[in-house]
Structure formats: C-alpha cells, structure tokens
Nanobody, 117 residues
C-alpha cells in the first residue's frame, strides 16, 4: 500500500524558513509526478509546487523565488524548501504523488505551517 508522511511543519515568524519532507513508501518514486499543495482555513486547496518525473518544475506565482521543490528518488523523499515565509503562507501542506498514466494520486495527512509574528 502506498503511503505518504509529511513532516517539518511548525510555527515560525515572517521571514524565516522551513523545509518540509515527504516520505513515500510502498512504491518507487522515480516514475511519479510529485507535488505540494496547501489549504488555508476557509480556502480551497491550491497547488504550490510540482515536479515531473523528468525534473521539470512549476510553482504558484505567490511562491516563485521563495519555495523550491526537490526529490531524492533513491530515498523516496520529496522536499519543499520554504524561504522568506509570509503570514499568507499559513496553511496545512500536503504531499502528493501522481501516476498520470494510471490516473492515480496518493496523498499524505498534511503538516501544519503557521507564520505569525
């Protein structure tokens, strides 16, 4: 069974940094598209960053230049480096791995990021 576990969230002040990690088990990560989403209270889930299996990345306009998605296929890990955090970044962050051919997506339980002075 494929499982994803996010970690690394917490409470930080504006301008500080966090690195989120996503541990994937039950499948090989190398063939998957991976991504990070977030959902703030009262808002719809939004895509933050995505990396295709070939390494191409895309980011939401709101995080460009501040966030970086990366992956370590050998360790089955996905990361999101978040710099210069802003209060509007406050949300639950979710890791996602997709098999686009089979149209299957797997999700973790989320990790809370709170940015507050």
């Amino acid at each position: 069974q494929v499982q994803l576990v996010e970690s690394g969230g917490g409470l930080v002040q504006p301008g500080e940094s966090l690195r989120l990690s996503c541990a994937v088990s039950g499948t090989s990560l190398s063939i998957y598209t991976v991504g990070w989403y977030r959902q703030a209270p009262g808002k719809q889930r939004e895509l933050v960053a995505r990396m295709f299996s070939g390494g191409t990345t895309t980011y939401a306009d709101s995080v460009k230049g501040r966030f970086t998605i990366s992956r370590d296929n050998a360790k089955n890990q996905v990361y999101l480096q978040m710099n210069s955090l802003k209060p509007e970044d406050t949300a639950v962050y979710y890791c996602d791995v997709d098999n686009p051919v089979a149209a299957i997506s797997y999700w973790g339980q989320g990790t809370q990021v709170t940015v507050s002075s």
